[in-house]
């Protein structure tokens, strides 16, 4: 006989920890996370909206926050003393925020900058970083911006400096780049394993923006041929797609968004929609499982290994021993230069609302990515 209790047995257990600890506890679930650990949290969004949520609940001495590590790093950098910050599985990381540390990214700025000056380049990193390069973009000036308002950081860099350094994802910042309307050959790629990124002296010294060589799996595993197929299939369908993926793909789609943009493009459609999108397979699954009047596909099966790492029995776990084990800390220095480079994208644009936990697409759309 088996006396080991199986994922439902788990998962039954968790609601009486959380009326047990009633306000003190604030579960937190991303977007990718799979439906059985969304459906116990007690809110669902992006990773910077969650942060917010969980940094603004004054009675919430503990968050468990159900995403890869620079999510957890996030909530624990904006929380307020008496907050304690957990994470499942602390080996839930990031590949793309792996990318790039903080001793390649100081090597890269020392050469960029001994080309053009300090003053000339802003550096703006992406969310899905570490809370060290976060500090790095405090302490010099610069933000952090998220897929939802990465053209208003942009925006923002261009009018204090003359360049962007953005890292670590290369779509996300091409595809911005873009939307600007910047001409490709003032956007360079940094190689941080090459000689001046494998760049000429010229080539830096005249990009307006320099674009880290780091991306994303889940997303760079979409491909022209996918969106090709789809439109044969589905000649009525809408593809909608996230800006970690390549300009090529970008470039096809009806629309292209954050996770939360993706989750209203969804549920605005009209009944009878056929959606098919290009993004993480758990946030598509939930999608089709809660928009049943509608056809919601995946353009192609794209599953985060690292996001899937969280699971009912180590959230289980952490529970049981909360305020104990896998506590997310940064240290001071650090959290302070952080928060100054969170606090500066705070002030660009309104961030989405994360949805409390349960309880129009004709022709293509133009959105802010």
């Known amino acids: 006989m088996n006396d080991h209790p199986n994922e439902q047995q788990i998962i039954e257990q968790i609601p009486g920890i959380r009326k047990a600890l009633g306000k003190k506890l604030l ?23 969650l942060s917010q949520k969980a940094a603004a609940d004054k009675d919430a001495n503990f968050i468990v926050f159900c995403g890869v590590h620079f999510m957890a790093e996030s909530a624990e950098i904006l ?21 790039a540390d903080i ?9 960029i900058t001994s080309l053009t000056g300090e003053e000339a380049v802003m550096p703006i990193v992406y969310m899905n970083s570490d809370s060290a390069l976060k500090a790095f973009c405090g302490h010099r000036g610069g933000a952090v911006c998220t897929s939802s308002n990465a053209l208003d950081a942009f925006h923002w860099g261009f009018g204090e400096r003359e360049k962007i350094l953005f890292f670590p994802d290369q779509h996300l910042g091409r595809n911005t780049g873009n939307q600007m309307e910047i001409p490709a050959d003032e956007m360079i790629v940094w190689d941080p394993h090459k000689p001046l990124g494998g760049n000429t002296q010229e080539a830096i010294r005249s990009a307006r923006v320099i674009l880290w060589d780091g991306y994303c799996l889940v997303h760079t595993r979409f491909k022209v041929e996918h969106v090709l197929k789809m439109r044969d ?57 809660e928009n049943l009047d509608k056809k919601v596909l995946d353009l192609h099966y794209s599953l985060c290994p690292n996001m899937f790492k969280i699971n009912p029995e180590n959230l289980l776990w952490t529970l049981e021993n909360i305020g104990q ?16 480079a969170l606090d500066r ?8 609302t994360p949805q409390k936990s349960a309880e129009s697409v004709d022709g293509r759309q133009t959105t802010r990515i």
């Open 233 to 289: 299939r589905f000649p009525e369908g809408k593809i909608v797609v996230h800006p970690e993926c390549t300009q090529e793909v970008v470039a096809l789609a009806d629309a292209v968004g954050s996770t939360s943009f993706i989750v209203k493009y969804v549920e605005n459609a009209p009944a009878g929609a056929t959606i098919i999108i290009g993004t993480e397979v758990n946030l598509v699954k939930r999608l089709a499982l």
């Open 27 to 49: 579960i937190l679930t991303h977007h990718y996370q799979r439906k059985e650990i969304v459906d116990v949290g007690d809110y669902r969004g992006d990773s910077f909206g």
């Open 79 to 99: 929380s307020q003393p008496h907050q304690t910050v957990q994470i499942p599985d602390p080996e839930a990381g990031c590949w793309m925020a792996d990318m």
């Open 103 to 111: 001793y390649i990214v100081e090597k890269a700025w020392d050469e």
């Open 345 to 352: 994208m705070l002030a660009l644009a309104p961030q989405t």
């Open 325 to 340: 084990v896998n506590v997310v800390t940064v240290p001071e220095a650090t959290k302070s230069d952080a928060g100054l």
